[in-house]
């Protein structure tokens, strides 16, 4: 379990009253974007991924990036963690704009500020899960206690006795533990998470929900979730729902929803 320790608490339910920034007044967002696009070629026409997406995110937010199947939640993701590049508009982390940084530059900088972790949990079939938690100290370099971080992170998410296991030896909620002790090993401030509980049955998706709610407490994380769940889009403090490539979150539709769009 990854409330053992029965500490775990919900956060509250989504606020309908915040405003579309939840930025206070000289305070650095932690993400932020402006008029991002992104621009792919499909034939002779051109399809807009992303369409003008603009939002600034605080330290601490937790928000639930929300919308149907192909509404560009991904795309999104991999732009706010520097996986992909916009086709125009920019965006920044703590204040560095990351939109034209160099491969190298960008690698390190999401390696000390983002943690990511995917649906499909991409563990290295051949590690252990103390190898694959102990991989980005090693990306990072000059870590010679990779395996005691390594070993707290996964006691952290309640692993602790899972350590020398493979992924093909470990239920679908504990590979996703492992990838978020992998993400989280490095100590990042921000971490994305793209439908993270899509491939869990409800009470394994339940527990690995209450998992992020502790990290987000304990460790004061920025946690951005693409989901359909309805129960991860519940406990963010802010939803962003994305319709073909724009945001829109108009606070009716989010009241007349009940939080859940
Ligand atoms: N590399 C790509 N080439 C062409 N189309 C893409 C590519 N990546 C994503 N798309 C398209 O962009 C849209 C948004 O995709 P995605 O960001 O994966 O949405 P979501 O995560 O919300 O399901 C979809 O229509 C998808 O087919
Ligand atoms: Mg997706």
Redesign the pocket.
């Known amino acids: 379990m990854a409330n053992n320790n029965g500490t775990i608490q919900a956060n509250g339910p989504v606020s309908l009253v915040k405003p579309a920034s939840a930025i206070g007044a000289g305070q650095q967002p932690a993400v932020e974007a402006e008029k991002l696009t ?1 621009v ?1 070629p ?1 034939g002779e026409q051109q ?1 807009h ?2 369409n003008s997406v603009s939002f600034a995110i605080a330290p601490g937010e937790w928000i639930a990036l929300t ?12 732009v706010i963690a520097g996986l992909d590049t916009p086709s125009s508009g920019s965006i920044s982390i703590d204040g560095v704009d990351i939109t034209h940084m160099s491969g190298t530059a960008l690698a390190g900088l999401r390696n000390r500020k983002i943690g990511i972790v995917f649906q499909s949990f991409n563990l290295i079939s051949a590690l252990t899960a103390q190898e694959n938690v102990e991989v980005p100290l090693y990306v990072r370099g000059g870590h010679h206690n990779a395996p005691d971080k390594a070993r707290q992170m996964l006691e952290v998410v309640g692993l602790r006795e899972r350590r020398g296991h493979r992924p093909n030896q470990l239920s679908g909620g504990e590979q996703q533990r492992t990838a978020i002790a992998r993400a989280l090993v490095t100590q990042p401030t921000i971490l994305v998470a ?2 993270p509980t899509g491939n869990l049955d409800s009470t394994t998706g339940a527990q690995v929900l209450d998992l992020f709610a502790r990290l987000h407490r304990e460790l004061n994380l920025t946690l951005i979730i ?1 989901t359909h769940d309805p129960a991860v889009a519940a406990r963010a403090t802010r939803v962003l729902h ?1 319709v073909d ?1 724009r945001l829109d979150t108009p606070t009716e539709a989010l009241a007349a929803s009940g939080g859940v769009l």
């Open positions: 992104r792919l499909l399809v991924i992303l919308g149907a199947s192909g509404s560009g939640k991904s795309t999104l993701l991999g793209d439908e693409a994305m490539g």
